[in-house]
């Protein structure tokens, strides 16, 4: 996304959404013509929540429900099979630079294991930025695919994840079985 548009808020963006199943339960997937846009979960009866949290991220794009349009894109996040580095996933993110600069390190965290807060601060040149790292991963609008789940408190412990903490468990368990 330019830079133009983010400060627009998505002004003119159309933005195409369905609710689709996962293995962490109803996904809602978004799209534009760039790529994958916004990634969430919720369970049945949360659709009208979980479209609210993604028209906040983009508050003045258009979205329109097309469930046939992000069929395929929610079919090739949660099979690993489709992930190989020939055929990247193009996304499109909105967020400051220092959000960016937190979700492509959190890009670099291997499938099946986990990080904490404070080391990705230390990783971005910000070693006493450990609450903004936590802001920015919180922020993060691709749940998931930018893998914000890898991320644990200091202690080792699940600490806060937007679409809940037994969905963060539960991703990292799957993600285990598939790298075991």
Not at 19 to 40: C, K, M, N, Q
Not at 135 to 142: F, L, M, T, W, Y
Request: net charge positive; aromatic share 8%.
């Amino acid at each position: 996304m330019s830079p133009g548009e983010f400060k627009s808020g998505a002004d003119g963006l159309t933005m195409r959404y369905g609710f689709h199943p996962s293995p962490f339960g109803l996904a809602i997937v978004v799209a534009t013509d760039r790529g994958l846009a916004g990634l969430g979960f919720c369970d049945p009866g949360g659709e009208p929540s979980a479209l609210a949290d993604m028209q906040g991220r983009w508050p003045k794009a258009s979205f329109v429900e097309d469930a046939a349009a992000t069929a395929p894109l929610a079919l090739r996040v949660f099979d690993p099979a489709a992930w190989t580095g020939d055929r990247p996933l193009r996304v499109c993110l909105i967020g400051t630079d220092f959000e960016v600069r937190v979700w492509e390190t959190l890009l670099r965290i291997p499938m099946g294991k986990a990080t904490t807060y404070s080391t990705i601060a230390g990783h971005i040149g910000r070693p006493t930025a450990a609450r903004a790292v936590g802001a920015a991963v919180g922020k993060n609008p691709i749940s998931f695919v930018v893998p914000c789940h890898r991320v644990l408190g200091r202690s080792g412990a699940l600490t806060g994840y937007h679409w809940g903490l037994t969905r963060k468990q539960a991703m990292l368990g799957w993600e285990a079985g598939h790298t075991g």
